[in-house]
Each structure stands twice: as C-alpha cells, then as structure tokens.
C-alpha cells in the first residue's frame, strides 16, 4: 500500500456495480490504491476482476463487512475513501430471507461506519438506491428530499443503512455522502435481475417470468454511468449531501423484455406472465438534477444502445452466466419460479 497517493477502500467489490468500479478506479486513476473487501457470497464473483488480479495498486481481500475486527484492521492500515457496496441486493430474495439483509446491510453499514470514524477516513460514500423512497404513481419524480417509505425487506434495510449514514455525520461529523441510484444493467451483473435473466433465458430457449402484468416501471442507468458519478460524488460531493443518480430512462418491463427478444431474433411466444411480487412497488423514477447541477455529471448511454452494449457482452461471455447458471443457482431459480 506504501508509495500510493491515495487508498480506497471498496467493500462488495467483486459484485455486479463494485466490480465495474473497481476496474474504473483501476483504469482512470493509476496512483489510487484500490482495496477490495468481499464476502464472496453467491452474488460476488472474483471472474468479474480477472484482469486487474495481479494489479500493482490492487488487494482482495475475502471478509465480512460485519466483522469489526477485520474491518479495524484494514482502515486502522490507512484508508482515505471508504466506498461502500456490500450488500444484499436482491428484492426476491429479501422477501424470503429477511434476516441476512439486516445484518449486512444495516449492521455491516455501521461496522464500516464505526471504522470510518475511528481511524479518520477522509470520505466515507454509503451506495444507497432510489427503492428507499418507495413507490410512485404515474406521475413525479424521487428528490432528495422526498420522504423514506421503503416497502420491501430490502429497500428497509437500506433506508436503514441510510440514516445510519446521516446520524454518524450529524453526531460525530463524519465526511458522508449517501448516493441513491436508479435501476443499473451492464456487464456483470448477476443473472437474478430482469435483464441478465431475461437475456440468458432468451439465448437458452427458455420461458422469460414477467411479474404481474409487466406494467412495472424502472429508470434504467448504464453501470459504467453510475460509476462516474459516484466519482464525481468522491471528488467533489459536500459533506453530508445525498445524491440522486438516474439515467432518465423509464421503461416498462414488458417493452425491455420485447426489446431483448427483438434484438435476439427470439419469438414473444417466450415471455411467460407469472405470478406477482408481493408489495411490489409500481413505478421508480429519478429526478437527478442536483448531482447534474452541483456536480456537473450526466449520463452518457443512451438505453437503446446500453442495452444493446450489455445483449453483446452477454453473448460475448457465455462462459460466464452459463457458469452461474448451472451451480447452486439453478436450486434457487426452481424455488422462486417453479410455482409461480
Ligand atoms: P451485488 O449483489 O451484485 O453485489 C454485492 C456484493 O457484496 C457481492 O460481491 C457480495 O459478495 C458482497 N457482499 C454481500 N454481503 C457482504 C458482506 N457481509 N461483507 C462483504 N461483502 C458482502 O449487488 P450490486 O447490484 O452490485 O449492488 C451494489 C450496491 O449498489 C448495493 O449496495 C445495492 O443496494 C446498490 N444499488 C444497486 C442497484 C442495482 O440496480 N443493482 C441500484 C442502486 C443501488
Ligand atoms: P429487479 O431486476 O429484481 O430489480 P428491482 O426489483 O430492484 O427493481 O426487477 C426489475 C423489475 O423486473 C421489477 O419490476 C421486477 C421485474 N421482474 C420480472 O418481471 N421478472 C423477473 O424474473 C425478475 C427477476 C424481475
């Protein structure tokens, strides 16, 4: 660690949104020295950091971000930025699994949090999602200021993690920025979500599960999208602000799922309609104005060609879904999907 400029510590680095961040950090800014500390649970994949593994300015290291006496140490060795990812992240799996998702998302944050502020981390960014404020109807937009109402286990957690957060910069004046980001898509992402499921479902002939009446609404950003902006939020984000980060791309399910067949030469006849997600929240959309204005950030990717950017890696890099799907996560995709 010695003779870099600066040190960022990522935890949940080898994930779908960590791992695209680290191979960002690594490729813009070559005197950052990047730590990543991962679990390695199902979600957390080392194949996604293949080719930075053996990186000059780069250290994995496999722990829980709940393990206080780990994350002591790693901080108490220097951290200037502390960015944090780990966490469970998937809202079906929160519906069956509560419990996980409180100690990772609200313990682990507070763990980190604890660490922060005992060993004077310079900036420590807490990756929050715009689920936190819950559901709209047709019409507005989520601002920073709209109030927290989250509905699932998961979006509870994470608001939880979020006032957490705010109480460590109110009380003991840490340097804190909360970001709350829209829907991402992109390479690496776990095939568990709407679009890498959809894509390798598509390729392998099988049935695409559409919840409900495929109605529900997403503000889709392209990862590398959200990258630069969490950071433009690490160089110049106030102490203390939340940020929204949205790609102003709202779609309906459905139309994603029709675009993917499209652009894959597969028949409609695959998409399933299915049974739907318990309080599943109808529409998110982002008003991302601040962090556009304050900290001059916009996105570059347009969803046609994100999406058409992410189908190609997806056929790019067969090997790597068909890897997941055919280990343990073929047990959870009978269990959530066969009776539905
Ligand atoms: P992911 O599930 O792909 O990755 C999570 C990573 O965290 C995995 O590598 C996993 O091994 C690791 N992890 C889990 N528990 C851990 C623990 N206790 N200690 C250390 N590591 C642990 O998630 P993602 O989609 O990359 O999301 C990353 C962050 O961004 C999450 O905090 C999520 O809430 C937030 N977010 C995601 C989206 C999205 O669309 N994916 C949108 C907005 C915000
Ligand atoms: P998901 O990717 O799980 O993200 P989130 O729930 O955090 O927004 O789901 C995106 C949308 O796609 C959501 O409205 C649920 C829907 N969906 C399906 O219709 N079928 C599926 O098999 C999955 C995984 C999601």
């Known amino acids: 660690m010695k003779g870099q400029d600066i040190t960022v510590l990522v935890t949940g680095g080898a994930g779908f949104i960590g791992s695209n961040f680290v191979l960002y950090l690594l490729k813009n800014y070559p005197q950052f020295h990047v730590i990543n500390l ?5 979600a957390g994949n080392l194949d996604n950091l293949k080719s930075i593994e053996n990186h000059p300015n780069y250290t994995f290291i496999k722990g829980d971000i709940c393990d206080e ?35 990772t998302n609200v313990l682990g944050t507070q763990v980190l949090l604890e660490a922060a502020k005992k060993y004077g ?21 989520f601002t920073e200021t709209s109030p927290l109402a989250p509905n699932s286990p998961y979006s509870a957690s994470k608001a939880s993690a979020d006032l957490f957060v705010r109480a460590y910069y109110k009380t003991f004046g840490l340097n804190v920025n909360i970001t709350r980001c829209s829907n991402n898509y992109g390479p690496y992402q776990f095939p568990e979500k709407l679009i890498p499921l959809m894509i390798s479902n598509a390729l392998e002939g099988k049935e695409l599960p559409v919840y409900g009446d495929g109605l529900y609404v997403r503000d889709w950003l392209y990862v590398e999208d959200h990258c630069r902006a969490i950071d433009a939020v690490m160089q110049r984000g106030k102490p203390g602000e939340i940020y929204n980060i949205g790609g102003g791309n709202e779609k309906t399910n459905l139309e994603i799922v029709r675009l993917i ?54 056929l790019e890099h067969v090997d790597w879904w068909y890897k997941i799907k055919s280990g343990e996560y073929q047990e959870y995709y009978q269990k959530m999907y066969q009776d539905r």
């Open 69 to 103: 006496k780990l994350v002591g140490e790693i901080v108490a060795g220097g951290v200037d930025y502390l960015i944090n990812f780990a966490a469970e992240s998937h809202v079906d799996r929160s519906i069956t699994d509560p419990g996980i998702f409180v100690r």
């Open 38 to 42: 991962d679990k390695l649970t199902y």
């Open 121 to 141: 981390v310079k900036k420590y960014i807490q990756i929050s999602t715009d689920e936190v404020y819950g559901s709209l109807d047709k019409e507005g937009y």
């Open 261 to 314: 067949l499209q652009e894959l030469n597969k028949p409609e006849s695959l998409i399933r309609f299915v049974k739907d997600r318990p309080g599943h929240d109808r529409r998110y959309a982002i008003d991302s104005s601040k962090i556009q204005r304050e900290l001059n950030w916009r996105p570059y990717y347009d969803f046609t060609d994100g999406l058409k950017l992410t189908i190609r890696w997806y």
